[in-house]
């Protein structure tokens, strides 16, 4: 067995996955890196509490199967995580004991365990999207007689244009865009991966106008400031656009009390490009998608609308009879 004097501890092994892993071999975006800081700052703390040991003072084998395990309903029961932050807080998790595994053989059953928790199952919810009257509405919603109504109008046009997820929308530069007889927006998605998406005339002509409201413009000032004239975040977009959203249902009633998010943007600039006829490939360069499989979400979406729209057409009652089995085989299969 390793000698105990020569392994490497557990906050150095978590430094070194944070430093040398995540950051310079993987080379991760700063939100991925965020995500992680987030999850073990909570299970640390979580471990504190359940084990009554300082994070300093902890080695591999505390955090066992049974104390992830606590954890994750922890976050479930008591933080009130969906199964989906859940599952990403456990791959976090996995994703580091999977490096220290490679560090410290002494510690491989206990890691082994841990990677043998099964991410949960969870019933995807279908998405929600806005109709073309009601992302009008929000667009239009904005008094550009104001600095930031003219701002906010600019972003949400460009939002629905591009389907950019709003990290990507809060790192916007002004060189970022460019406007010309062929006017595009250049951005940075998951991984540093940039694509470029064209932009409609209305949008161009709006952002023009934005642009010449700004102080001092150079191509590295963010696209869309605060009034304190730095960056927006992403919390601070999304509540800009709740107040849209607010102003938008005095037109479309259905917007009163509903919650519309950054990503449902996004989700209603997939579905009104599939409606519009556009290959589900182009729609997946379009939104940044690594996988294809994660656009075709929006076919199954879509697909159901119609198979919803098809049985409302169906008569109310049907004479359909049914086969009865002529023994208890099929209340059997049915009580199983």
Do not use: C
């Not at 008591?78 to 560090?103: P, Q, W």
């Not at 591009?162 to 250049?186: F, N, W």
């Not at 169906?314 to 089995?325: G, L």
């Amino acid at each position: 067995m390793r000698d105990p004097a020569m392994r490497t501890s557990f906050p150095r092994l978590l430094q070194q996955f944070f430093v040398e892993y995540l950051g310079q071999q993987k080379a991760v975006s700063r939100h991925t890196v965020a995500a992680y800081r987030d999850t073990f700052q909570l299970l640390l703390r979580f471990a504190q509490r359940e084990l009554g040991k300082n994070p300093t003072n902890l080695v591999l084998e505390d955090l066992s199967a049974a104390l992830i395990l606590d954890f994750l309903d922890h976050l479930e029961k008591e933080r009130g995580n969906s199964v989906r932050s859940r599952n990403a807080r456990l791959a976090a998790i996995r994703a580091f004991l999977k490096y220290a595994a490679h560090k410290d053989f002494s510690a491989m059953a206990s890691i082994e365990q841990v990677l043998a928790v099964p991410a949960k199952r969870y019933d995807k919810p279908v998405l929600g999207f806005l109709t073309k009257p009601e992302i009008d509405a929000i667009v239009m919603a904005p008094d550009t007689a104001t600095w930031v109504g003219q701002r906010d109008r600019a972003m949400l046009l460009l939002m629905y244009n591009t389907g950019a997820r709003v990290s990507e929308v809060a790192g916007l530069k002004l060189g970022d865009i460019v406007l010309g007889p062929t006017s595009v927006a250049h951005l940075s998605g998951k991984g540093r991966k940039r694509r470029s998406i064209p932009l409609w005339q209305q949008t161009a002509a709006t952002l023009r106008q934005w642009i010449r409201r700004l102080d001092d413009p150079d191509s590295s000032s963010a696209l869309f400031p605060s009034t304190f004239g730095k960056p927006m975040t992403r919390s601070s977009i999304a509540r800009r656009l709740a107040v849209a959203v607010t102003n938008a249902g005095r037109v479309e009633p259905k917007l009163i009390n509903r919650v519309v998010s950054p990503h449902i943007i996004r989700h209603t600039t997939a579905m009104h490009l599939l409606h519009s006829g556009v290959d589900i490939s182009v729609i997946a360069l379009w939104l940044g998608h690594e996988s294809p499989a994660t656009t075709y979400v929006y076919l199954s979406a879509d697909m159901k609308m119609k198979e919803e729209a098809l049985l409302r057409l169906q008569p109310s009652v049907i004479d359909a009879r049914r086969y009865k089995a002529p023994d208890d085989l099929l209340a059997f299969l049915k009580g199983l």
